[in-house]
T-cell receptor
Framework: NAGVTQTPKFQVLKTGQSMTLQCAQD?????MYWYRQDPGMGLRLIYY???????DKGEVPNGYNVSRLNKREFSLRLESAAPSQTSVYFC????????????FGQGTRLTVV | DAKTTQPPSMDCAEGRAANLPCNHS???????VYWYRQIHSQGPQYIIH???NNETNEMASLIITEDRKSSTLILPHATLRDTAVYYC?????????????FGTGTRLKVLA
């Protein structure tokens, strides 16, 4: 089982460049999430999608946009990358039922120079 | 707005039980407590979760106090591969789904 797959695994961008981080899950989950993790810190929620067709801002949405392409895929776009966006990005997915857990991808390590 | 407090680091001897505490004094009645761990900046790995009863699975046990203001994750026989950052998380309801609020976690080091 693939679970949650993120691409790419590593990326270096120049300030001002744009890119899209891809995330796909094969567990038929309703909800999907994007988090970022800075050194020595826990994960912070950027955007989430409760179900197909909906997206909402999390704690740190500035500088990002998202698209819930279909039930499986949830992408994160940086329109004009900044050094402050250097981080590790994690995608996650879960069912809507209360007594279930979220599954995380292996992360995308992004460096903006 | 992390809702949990954990010690920043702990050591445990290999083969002994590791007991990781967590305070979540502001937890609401329908909010679950989750534990995840992260090894070498890999994606967080689910361990266990609970609402008010104690829970056990093949990885660990979760003990939740009766007032639900704190909990303890127990790894019964810690191995070197259990060295990781352990996150105690309160999952809150938001706009039709749930949000997992991460704190800074406990860095557990298992010693040979």
């Amino acid at each position: 089982n693939a679970g949650v797959t993120q691409t790419p695994k590593f990326q270096v961008l120049k300030t001002g460049q744009s890119m899209t981080l891809q995330c796909a899950q094969d567990m038929n989950h309703n909800s999907m999430y994007w988090y970022r993790q800075d050194p020595g810190m826990g994960l912070r929620l950027i955007y989430y999608s409760a179900s197909e067709g909906t997206t909402d801002k999390g704690e740190v949405p500035n500088g990002y946009n998202v698209s819930r392409l279909n039930k499986r895929e949830f992408s994160l776009r940086l329109e004009s990358a900044a050094p402050s966006q250097t981080s590790v990005y994690f995608c996650a997915s879960s069912y809507l039922q209360p007594n279930t857990e979220a599954f995380f991808g292996q992360g995308t390590r992004l460096t903006v120079v | 707005d992390a809702k949990t407090t954990q010690p920043p680091s702990m050591d445990c001897a290999e083969g002994r039980a590791a007991n990781l505490p967590c305070n979540h004094s502001t937890i609401s009645g329908n909010e679950y407590v989750y534990w995840y761990r992260q090894i070498h900046s890999q994606g967080p790995q689910y361990i266990i979760h609970g609402l008010k009863n104690n829970e056990t699975n093949e990885m660990a046990s979760l003990i939740i106090t009766e007032d639900r203001k704190s909990s303890t994750l127990i790894l019964p026989h810690a191995t070197l591969r259990d060295t990781a950052v352990y996150y105690c998380i309160v999952r809150v309801s938001i706009s039709g789904t749930y949000k997992y609020i991460f704190g800074t976690g406990t860095r557990l080091k298992v010693l040979a």
